[in-house]
C-alpha cells in the first residue's frame, strides 16, 4: 500500500501551498488513478477556491454520490474542472485533497470530517498535507486508521438515532495507545523521462543541498502550541469524567451519548496532535543541537 505522486502534481501542490502563513489554509483536489491493493497514483492536483475543502466534501444522497458543489455557486468550480479534464483525456478521477500546514497542526475535527467523508466513499483515499515549516519532509501521505474510522461511524450513527432515544452507553473502542488517528503513507514522487531529463539539463541550477534546519522562531511556537495542546487536554479530560460518570448498561438519552462520544473525540484528536507537536519539537531539538555542533566545529558560519 504506497501512494506515487507525479512530478506535475508535487510541483502544484507546493506552489499552491508555498504562499500560505498559517493564517488560512490552502486545500485542493487530487486526481489519479487507485486499484484494490490500496494503491493510489496521483497525477494531477487542482486548488479549491474561495472557502475550501469543506465545500468539495463528498456527501452520500440516496443512493447516488454527490458533492456539496450542486448546492454552493463556488464549489461548481471543481465539477467544471472535472468536465474540462475529462474532455482532454486526462485523469479526472478523485483520489483525494490536499491541504497545507504549519507545524504539523492539521489534525482537529474539521480535517478528520473532511478525510472520513473522502475515505467513507473511497477507502484508498488519501490526504497529503504540506508542511511549510518542515523543509525536510514538506509532503506526506495520510489515511485515517480503520479503528478511528469505525469510531467515526459509532458517532455519526448515535447522532442519526435522534436526541431523545434511549440507548445502551457502551465502551469507547478506542486506545491511542494502541492505535492512531491518521496513518501515514510511504509517498514516493514519480518522475518521467521527460521530467528526468529537464532534471538532468537544469543540474547546475539545482542546489547540491537543501538546508532543513528550522529557525528559532518556529521551534518557539511548536513549543507554545504544544504547551496549549495539553493545557486544553486536561480541560477536556474533567469534562469526560463527568460525562461519563454513568455506569456500564445504563440507558441514556441520545443526546448524552453523543455529547459523551464527542468528547471522547476531541480527546483524541488533542492527544494525537499533541504527539505530532512533540515530534516536531523533538526533531527541531536534535536539528538545533547538531546546528551548534557545526558552529563549533567551524564548519557553518
Known amino acids: 500500500m504506497s501512494v506515487e505522486i507525479s512530478a506535475l502534481a508535487t510541483l502544484r501542490i ?169 496513518v501515514q503513507v510511504p509517498l514516493v514522487t514519480k518522475l518521467s523521462i521527460l521530467d528526468e531529463a529537464y532534471v538532468f539539463e537544469n543540474r547546475s541550477k539545482i542546489p547540491a543541498t537543501v538546508s532543513a534546519i528550522r529557525d528559532s522562531s518556529s521551534l518557539t511556537n511548536a513549543i507554545n502550541q504544544l504547551t496549549e495542546t495539553v493545557e486544553d487536554l486536561g480541560i477536556e479530560k474533567v469534562r469526560w469524567s463527568t460525562l461519563a460518570a454513568t455506569k456500564p448498561g445504563t440507558r441514556i438519552r441520545g443526546e448524552d451519548e453523543v455529547k459523551r462520544l464527542q468528547s471522547a473525540n476531541d480527546m483524541i484528536l488533542l492527544a494525537e496532535n499533541a504527539k505530532m507537536l512533540a515530534r516536531h519539537v523533538k526533531h527541531g531539538i536534535n536539528e538545533s543541537r547538531d546546528l551548534c555542533k557545526l558552529y563549533r566545529a567551524g564548519l557553518v558560519e
Open 14 to 182: 507546493l506552489k499552491h501551498c508555498s504562499g500560505t502563513d498559517g493564517s488560512a489554509n490552502v486545500s485542493g483536489c487530487l486526481l489519479g488513478l487507485d486499484n484494490d491493493k490500496g494503491d493510489v497514483e496521483i497525477t494531477n492536483a487542482f486548488i479549491h477556491p474561495a472557502r475550501g475543502a469543506a465545500d468539495f466534501q463528498p456527501q452520500e444522497k440516496g443512493d447516488e454520490t454527490t458533492t456539496i458543489e450542486s448546492a454552493t455557486p463556488a464549489a461548481s468550480f471543481q465539477s467544471d474542472m472535472l468536465k474540462l479534464l475529462k474532455s482532454a483525456n486526462m485523469d479526472a478521477n478523485i483520489v483525494g485533497w490536499f491541504q497545507s500546514s504549519t507545524l504539523s497542526s492539521f489534525v482537529n475535527e474539521a480535517t478528520v470530517d473532511i478525510q472520513f467523508d473522502y475515505q467513507n466513499q473511497n477507502g484508498n483515499a488519501v490526504m497529503i498535507v504540506a508542511d511549510s515549516c518542515d523543509a525536510s519532509n514538506s509532503l506526506r501521505a495520510f489515511r485515517l486508521s480503520s479503528e478511528y474510522m469505525q469510531l467515526m461511524r459509532t458517532i455519526r450513527d448515535r447522532k442519526n438515532q435522534g436526541p431523545a432515544t434511549l440507548i445502551t452507553g457502551g465502551p469507547v473502542e478506542f486506545s491511542l495507545s494502541k492505535n492512531s488517528v491518521f
